[in-house]
């Protein structure tokens, strides 16, 4: 195995990270337009839409610049499409109210908030 990727470690941190990512992607992106979700409109909702899109970039780069140090660039090619293609399927399971409400949107900052955790810890 370490002629595909010699740190095992490494590659599991950036597929969880990875994931995190795409998954607040897919729920941030059923936020929009908020036209649509009228309970997003209110202080509570606007704030943590933009808390969850500033840890977003926080995580979706930090990811980036961890696997840049840690993997083979081929290694995160793959492991980050694989955590893209699958997490729609994690997504999908979850009840309605999480996927575009208030609950889904703390529950996706509590994610991503351990994911930034993560990447501090790691560098």
């Not at 990727?5 to 337009?33: D, K, Q, Y």
């Amino acid at each position: 195995m370490d002629m595909i990727e010699p740190n095992l470690a490494a590659l599991c941190i950036f597929v969880f990270l990875a994931s995190a990512g795409s998954l607040g992607i897919f729920v941030l992106s059923g936020v929009f337009p908020l036209s649509t979700r009228p309970e997003l409109t209110r202080p509570l909702g606007l704030g943590l839409i933009g808390v969850n899109t500033t840890l977003l970039l926080l995580v979706l780069g930090g990811t980036v610049a961890f696997g840049l140090g840690h993997l083979r660039w081929t290694s995160m090619v793959i492991a980050g499409g694989m955590a893209f293609l699958f997490t729609p399927g994690l997504f999908n399971i979850w009840p309605g109210k999480w996927r575009d409400g208030l609950a889904g949107l703390a529950i996706v900052t509590f994610g991503l908030g351990v994911s930034a955790l993560i990447l501090g810890a790691s560098f």
